[in-house]
Each structure stands twice: as structure tokens, then as C-alpha cells.
């Protein structure tokens, strides 16, 4: 890799809580939510080059890279006033469409990425503001580690860690859903959100870190009920992983993916080796610190 390249790691998420309001006339919903980056990651690689234009492609031939693409207009952003062009390489290990926001987590790592390749010097803020116009979950992931976000998703608080980092078991039935599909799916079929309140401020107003105890007890996401009911296999992963010993089980985001918490390596350990061959994607991993995340 020349001088003039990088490769960046581009962290998955999951939502520890996720709780959506009201919708608003512009067809967004208003959340709140807890994020947490986790250690699971696609690789980017930016390299300069005298080509000019954006260029841009990937291991995985269903990642829409064309001049329309979502990827490309956020990238553009920055590059237009760049006398050099750029190749854009997605090595994508994430599931699409999955709940773990790789999309959006491709687009943050990438418009960072292009503020140090050309030296722009673009702080967090400004980063932020132009990558909250392609998706509501890019300013979590310019922020990463463990993130309070509300509103639309947009306006992000970082919360006190996780500590230590909490095990977990990820598993995707192969089945894509969209964000957009996936809020129809809760308006049609959940006429009265009960609303499942946590003390966000206990967690705000936190001076240690935030223990396994503690996040075992906020576990939940409005679309789990009806994913769930839409789909059997979801229901059937998060028995599966609660009866091989899962402290706390969920779908994370608005997609099928499931991941249950665990307590001890040993317990983890040997759900995972009784699991591993048994669905489409299954990963083991953890909880990840924003300070162990180096751009």
C-alpha cells in the first residue's frame, strides 16, 4: 500500500436498547436508543490516485457502487473540491441488510478516511452534519464506542463504557431486511407502542463504567415482537441461545440478526461450538471500547 493509502477498520453495531415514538410528517420515527460498537468489522481501503473521480469497489458484488449509490454521493461530498481522484475498496465481512449497520458504517469510515488521506482536517461535528444527510445511524458511528442517540438517531451522547467487554454470539438467518420495510412492518402491526422506559439519565449521569448486570436489565427492541412474528426463525434462534445459556437475547437494529449476551467465556464457548454450523452467519464476538477504535 503506497503512502498516499489507508486502511480503515468499519465496526459493526448492536442496539443494546432500542425504543421508537412517534412518526414524524417527514416519515422518520423518533428512537431512542443505546448503541454499542462491537468487534466485528469490514476493511476499507482509500488510496489517492491521479484518476480523477470516485472509484469504487468491493468483494461483495450486492454493495451498489455507482455513481447513483448512496456511497458514492457521500464521498462525493468531500472529493469535489479535490484536485485527485480516489479508489475506494470494500472488504465487506458484515451481513447486508442485517441490523448491524454496515452500511452506515461504511460511509462514516469512508468520509472520515478521506478527511485524513487529503489532510482536511474536518472535526466530529462537521463529519457528523454531512454524514447524518445519507442515514440516521452514520453519526453513531462517528462517535462509536457506547452512544446514548435520540431524536431521529442523529443527535448522539456517549455514554460511560462498557467494562469489562461483554461476550456475545451474533446470528443471521440470512434473511435481508430493509430499515425502511422493517417501520412499515411496526406500523402496520403495532397500533399501540407500550413504551418501555429505561432511566436514560442514570446511565447520562454515570461516572464508572457500565457493568454487564446493568446492561443485561435494558435489553430490548421495539421491532423484536414483530420480526419475531414474522419471521419463525428469529423466534427459534433466540430460544435456541437462551437455552444454551444467553443472559439476555434480541434482533439488534431493524434487521433479522439476533445476538445473545453471555457471562462467561467457558458458557460462550460452548454455545458456540453447539451453534456455529447451524445458520447462515454466526460469529462470535464482543463489546468494544471507542478508545480500542483507531482510525
Known amino acids: 500500500m503506497s503512502k498516499n493509502a489507508i486502511k480503515l477498520k468499519s465496526y459493526a453495531k448492536i442496539n443494546l436498547y432500542l425504543n421508537i415514538g412517534k412518526k414524524f410528517t417527514d416519515g422518520y420515527h423518533s428512537i431512542e436508543s443505546i448503541m454499542q460498537t462491537i468487534n466485528l468489522f469490514d476493511e476499507i481501503y482509500l488510496e489517492e490516485t491521479d484518476n480523477f473521480g470516485i472509484h469504487i469497489t468491493s468483494n ?38 442485517s441490523g448491524l449497520g454496515g ?18 482536517k474536518l472535526n466530529k461535528h462537521q463529519l457528523i452534519n454531512i454524514g447524518s444527510h445519507f442515514g440516521m445511524d452514520i453519526p453513531f458511528f462517528m462517535v462509536r464506542g457506547t452512544v446514548f442517540a435520540r431524536g431521529r438517531g442523529e443527535i448522539v451522547l456517549p455514554l460511560k463504557p462498557i467494562s469489562p467487554s461483554v461476550p456475545m454470539i451474533l446470528i443471521n438467518p440470512g434473511i435481508k431486511v430493509s430499515t425502511k420495510w422493517a417501520y412499515h412492518l411496526f406500523d402496520k402491526l403495532v397500533k399501540n407502542n407500550i413504551k ?38 428469529i423466534e427459534q434462534i433466540k430460544n ?46 464482543r463489546t468494544i471500547q471507542a478508545k480500542n477504535i483507531f482510525l
Open 60 to 97: 461483495n458484488l450486492e454493495i451498489p457502487v455507482d455513481k447513483n449509490s448512496i456511497i458514492h454521493r457521500a464521498a462525493k461530498i468531500l472529493m469535489e473540491n479535490i484536485d485527485k481522484g480516489i479508489n475506494i475498496f470494500i472488504d465487506k465481512k458484515i451481513p447486508i441488510a
Open 103 to 120: 452500511g452506515s458504517s461504511n460511509i462514516a469510515t469512508i468520509l472520515i478516511g478521506i478527511s485524513k488521506l487529503f489532510g482536511l
Open 196 to 233: 418501555e422506559d429505561i432511566d436514560i439519565n442514570y446511565f447520562l449521569e454515570k461516572n464508572m463504567a457500565i457493568k454487564l448486570t446493568e446492561l443485561s436489565q435494558i435489553i430490548y427492541n421495539s421491532f423484536d415482537s414483530v420480526l419475531s412474528e414474522h419471521f419463525s426463525i
Open 240 to 285: 435456541k441461545l437462551k437455552k444454551l445459556g444467553s443472559i439476555a437475547v434480541t434482533v439488534t437494529g431493524s434487521g433479522s440478526t439476533v445476538y445473545g449476551i453471555f457471562n462467561r467465556e467457558e458458557k460462550i464457548n460452548q454455545a458456540y461450538n453447539k451453534i456455529k454450523d447451524e445458520y447462515h452467519f454466526v460469529y462470535k464476538t
